[in-house]
């Protein structure tokens, strides 16, 4: 390989790179713990929040999904959430979050 395409290649490399940095850091979720996700749900006037019963290993838990102030907010809990009468809910077979 020469230099030339060496370099060409090296660059490319580089850009595709920044490119899936780009797209990790475009896509915020923050986990949070149940009480935190309930108090943002109070705060919200028509609240959506995607619910989603799953398993893990051989125990049960509900994952939550909602938006605030234009960030995503995850939450398991081992019970049911009591969530206010104004939510939205969707009911998802699955959540599934990309966390390190």
């Given at each position: 390989m020469s230099a030339g395409a060496s370099s060409a290649a090296g660059a490319a490399a580089?850009?595709?790179?920044?490119?899936?940095k780009a797209l990790k850091?475009?896509?915020a979720i923050v986990q949070v713990?149940?009480?935190?996700?309930?108090d943002m749900v109070q705060k919200s006037?028509?609240?959506l929040v995607v619910v989603s019963k799953q398993s893990r290993w051989f125990s049960t838990y509900y994952a939550y999904l909602?938006?605030?102030k234009g960030l995503f907010?995850?939450?398991?809990?081992?019970?049911?959430l009591a969530l206010a009468d104004t939510c939205e809910i969707v009911l998802a077979e699955k959540i599934w979050i990309p966390f390190n």
């Open positions: 580089a850009q595709r790179a920044r490119m899936m850091a475009s896509g713990e149940p009480d935190a996700l309930l006037e028509a609240p909602t938006n605030y907010f995850y939450a398991e809990s081992p019970e049911v």
